[in-house]
Structure formats: structure tokens, C-alpha cells
């Protein structure tokens, strides 16, 4: 019992340092001489948390709730761009952790795979979201170029950590 209070406890922290970082970046964003989003921090906030955690749901409910947290702190993203976004973080979430625990792919293998799984398929919904006129603008709004060059340091940067995290937690 003691240890399920824990492990709640250390998860409800985490969750609200992402939080409050995610509350705190509008105000640094300008402090940066490119547009944050391009970094894709609520993949990174998301993914940092389940490197945390290391549990599955707690880790869903992160993919549901950043985005809306976000929209409903700062209006941005708007309502049906953030449930795109929560959609596509949280397949991400669930492909990565049933690619790296249940199929035992790399985690860097992992890590590419579920980005460009759940890429294709918010490209897919938000066509869809286009086409139904809940969203306005243009189907690919961040250059593919830069979105390839961020796959690849985010999978390289957390299959590293996620690779050594587990090593680490084997061994011990």
C-alpha cells in the first residue's frame, strides 16, 4: 500500500513539474531566436515524463492532457488542433511502448518508428479535420526539413537515454 502512495506521489510530481514547465514556456519562448514549437515540446515534456514514470498510464494521461492543458492555459493550440495532437502523442506513447517492451525493437528503433507512425496518422486526421472545416490553413504548416531533422535528434537523444535508463535499472 505504502508503495502504491509512492509511486503515485512521484508521478503526480512529475506530472506537475511538466505542467508548470509547459505553464512557463510562453513567457521564455521569446527569449529563443527560433519558434519553440518546432522542437516539438510537449513530445519532449511527454516523453521525459514516461522516462520518469516509466508507467504506461500515467503516460497516456500526459498525451491527453498537455495539449488541452496548454489550450485551455495559454488558447494555443486551438480546441481541435490539441485533440489532434493529444491523438498523435498518444499513439506516439503507445507505439514506442509496445515497440520497445512487447516487440523488444532499440529504443531508438522504437523511438523513429512511433514518430513516423503517429506523424502519418495526425497528417491523416488532420485532412480529415481540413476537409470538415474544424481547422483552417494548410495540411503541412512546419516544413518536412526541419520535422526529419527533429525525428532524428529526439530519437537519437531519447533512445540514448531510454537505452541506458533500462541498462541502468537491469543491471541494478
Request: hydrophobic fraction near 60%.
Amino acid at each position: 500500500m505504502i508503495a502504491v502512495l509512492r509511486s503515485n506521489y512521484r508521478h503526480l510530481l512529475i506530472d506537475l513539474a511538466i505542467f508548470l514547465s509547459l505553464f512557463a514556456l510562453p513567457s521564455i519562448a521569446h527569449l529563443f531566436p527560433f519558434p519553440l514549437y518546432l522542437i516539438e515540446p510537449m513530445r519532449i515534456a511527454l516523453f521525459t515524463g514516461y522516462l520518469l514514470s516509466r508507467n504506461t498510464g500515467n503516460a497516456i494521461f500526459l498525451a491527453l492532457a498537455i495539449p488541452m492543458f496548454s489550450f485551455f492555459t495559454t488558447g494555443h493550440p486551438i480546441f481541435f488542433k490539441s485533440i489532434l495532437i493529444s491523438f498523435e502523442l498518444v499513439l506516439n506513447i503507445w507505439l514506442f511502448i509496445w515497440l520497445f517492451q512487447s516487440v523488444r525493437l532499440s529504443p531508438l528503433l522504437s523511438m523513429i518508428l512511433a514518430i513516423l507512425t503517429s506523424k502519418l496518422a495526425y497528417y491523416a486526421m488532420k485532412y480529415a479535420f481540413l476537409q470538415l472545416t474544424l481547422i483552417h490553413g494548410s495540411l503541412v504548416s512546419t516544413g518536412l526539413q526541419s520535422q526529419l531533422v527533429v525525428l532524428i535528434v529526439l530519437s537519437a537523444l531519447f533512445g540514448f537515454l531510454f537505452h541506458h535508463y533500462f541498462k541502468v535499472s537491469k543491471d541494478a
